[in-house]
């Protein structure tokens, strides 16, 4: 037996020639297959059909066949948006005795900014924005041989976004102004509102309802300008702001308040 580059068995087909013209006879004729017997009957059918069957014997003395892995990779495909999005995994290598893997987005090692990336523990973060195309996908490569490899598809959707409308507003004491939040490419298009972070607002920076409607402090605050904000449902790391600057009510003082004339 030989061994090729891989280390792998393999039949010397010239000394199983040799063997064959030892010890093998033709059935039809009762003499043994000499040399030259043996380059005649290799020119026949039946020849070639000896000869294979005597290589494809020597395969099954001590040769084995590389163990090629039997991958699987869960989920098969996912649908996510673009910002925030993330998705977990999971790959199972069975066939060989190193399971590990290398993952890839759309051919290349961790993935990029563009189409997004993965960590070598196969969490996979979406890009910003959506990539040319809408899709990519992720690779789970086997270290044992890169040559197999188990896919998914990822479908990757705008993300998130909430548009407030106006974006400033000037009120005195007791005004009010209406806010309109209107967002898109979400399920759920609810928000909550804010004043300065805190959900409705308060007596001392105005207070915002469910249905976005601003109403400033009754009495002058000092805090000059205060923060609106809209926060989506959805997902509450998506929020749009506007400014309120709160202005002085102007005060008339006329004097002398009486007079009197000759």
Not at 58 to 85: F, H
Request: aromatic letters at 4%; charged letters at 5%; one cysteine or more.
């Amino acid at each position: 037996m030989l061994r090729n580059e891989s280390g792998y068995s393999t039949p010397d087909l010239g000394r199983s020639l040799r063997s064959l013209s030892a010890v093998a006879s033709l059935p039809r004729s009762g003499r043994p297959l000499g040399s030259g017997r043996l380059r005649a009957a290799a020119n026949s059918w039946w020849g070639v059909t000896l000869i294979l069957s005597l290589a494809l014997g020597a395969w099954g003395c001590g040769a084995s066949a590389p163990q090629l892995p039997i991958m699987s990779l869960t989920p098969g495909s996912v649908s996510l948006q673009a910002g925030d999005g993330t998705q977990q995994f999971t790959v199972v290598v069975s066939n060989v005795s190193d399971t590990s893997v290398v993952w890839k987005v759309n051919g290349h090692l961790n993935g990029d900014a563009t189409t997004g990336t993965i960590s070598q523990k196969g969490l996979y973060t979406a890009p910003l924005t959506v990539p040319q195309g809408g899709t990519v996908s992720v690779e789970a490569v086997s270290a044992a041989n890169p040559s197999v490899q188990a896919s998914a598809v990822i479908t990757l959707t705008p993300p998130i976004a909430i548009q407030l409308t106006p974006t400033t507003a000037t009120l005195q004491a007791g005004q009010t102004t209406q806010f309109q939040a209107t967002v898109s490419n979400a399920t759920n298009t609810a928000v909550t509102w804010a004043v300065n972070g805190v959900a409705g607002g308060s007596a001392a920076t105005g207070t915002v309802s469910t249905a976005g409607l601003y109403t400033a402090p009754a009495s002058e605050s000092g805090l000059g300008q205060i923060t609106v904000s809209a926060t989506s449902v959805q997902d509450p790391a998506i929020q749009a702001t506007a400014t309120v600057t709160l202005q002085q009510t102007a005060t008339v003082t006329i004097s002398p308040t009486s007079a009197t004339t000759d």
